[in-house]
């Protein structure tokens, strides 16, 4: 079930029984100031946590530039906004779907490459980050990570026909998703 309450929410479904979705963003670009001291660090996380729920993404949360916390009903809108042509900007609407029925992957902003970590597949992440790099018009990466046991075809297959992704592995040897981000953080 929960397979397909992924496949629906990235649909823009709201599965049976869902909460919403809470995303907090972080801009390191626009942050006033961040210390790698980890009491540090969770006293503005806590602060920004316990910050009412903005109505709209991309509002500011007073006193704390640069993070932002919203919510969404389904994974679709996230992902759309994550790779939303203007930056801060978000569709909250249906998807746009072609005339064959499948939702199109116009949503996604030029210079934008959408990439799905998976284990059994063959593109390396540092061949596909040096082809992004070399291409000149990507100036703007988009991870999916999965968990231990990894995304479902189904839920791979959206990303890929309604969004653009790309399959990379980071290798063979199995990684916890901490391990995943870490590499990825280190490789870009």
Request: hydrophobic content about 40%; glycine content about 10%.
């Amino acid at each position: 079930r929960l397979g397909h309450g992924l496949v629906e929410s990235l649909d823009g479904q709201v599965p049976e029984g869902a909460e919403p979705v809470g995303v907090l963003e972080i801009h390191g670009d626009e942050l006033e100031e961040i210390r790698p001291d980890e009491r540090w660090l969770a006293h503005h996380l806590k602060r920004v946590l316990e910050a009412p729920i903005s109505e709209k993404p991309l509002e500011a949360l007073p006193e704390i530039p640069g993070c932002f916390r919203w919510e969404v009903a389904s994974l679709r809108p996230l992902v759309q906004h994550l790779l939303s042509r203007e930056p801060g900007t978000i569709a909250l609407g249906a998807a746009p779907q072609s005339s064959n029925g499948l939702y199109s992957a116009s949503c996604r902003r030029r210079g934008t490459r959408l990439l799905v970590l998976r284990e059994d597949v063959h593109a390396e992440a540092t061949d596909e980050l040096l082809r992004a790099a070399s291409d000149g018009e990507v100036d703007h990466l988009v991870f999916v990570l999965g968990d231990h046991v990894g995304l479902r075809p189904m839920a791979f297959g959206r990303l890929q026909t309604d969004f653009g992704g790309h399959a990379i592995s980071l290798g063979c040897t199995a990684l916890l998703t901490s391990q995943g981000i870490t590499l990825v953080q280190y490789l870009t």
